[in-house]
Nanobody
Framework: QVQLVESGGGLVQAGGSLRLSCAASGRAFSSLNMGWFRQAPGKERGFVAA????????YYADSVKGRFTISRDNAKNTVYRQMNSLKPEDTAVYYCGATSRISSASHLQGYDYWGQGTQVTVSS
């Protein structure tokens, strides 16, 4: 089992920045592929960014490319997402996902473990 705890959400004005963290425990962090998804009210949970376990390859949704950066610190068992130039449409609950499988980075079904989510609200 893997436990994931997100932190760093909050209220920010449009154009501002936030950094989200997701701390993992219960399994060797370096063996996990990690991803971030988000869910806005009335919408399905959608892919934001992912980072692979080995060489740390990264993937981004088109809507966040150039604004969001995903990174990981294996020594701290933590994955980060730096969010810059935030827009009101980025408002959502952000979830961290993890898997030890070889799976699609951008699909919900590719992840086996989820955190509780953290709210990000961007005001205009």
């Amino acid at each position: 089992q893997v436990q994931l705890v997100e932190s760093g959400g909050g209220l920010v004005q449009a154009g501002g920045s936030l950094r989200l963290s997701c701390a993992a425990s219960g399994r060797a962090f370096s063996s996990l592929n990690m991803g971030w998804f988000r869910q806005a009210p009335g919408k399905e949970r959608g892919f934001v960014a992912a980072i692979r376990r080995s060489v740390g390859g990264t993937y981004y949704a088109d809507s966040v490319k150039g604004r969001f950066t995903i990174s990981r610190d294996n020594a701290k068992n933590t994955v980060y997402r730096q969010m810059n130039s935030l827009k009101p449409e980025d408002t959502a609950v952000y979830y961290c996902g993890a898997t030890s499988r070889i799976s699609s980075a951008s699909h919900l079904q590719g992840y086996d473990y989820w955190g509780q989510g953290t709210q990000v609200t961007v005001s205009s």
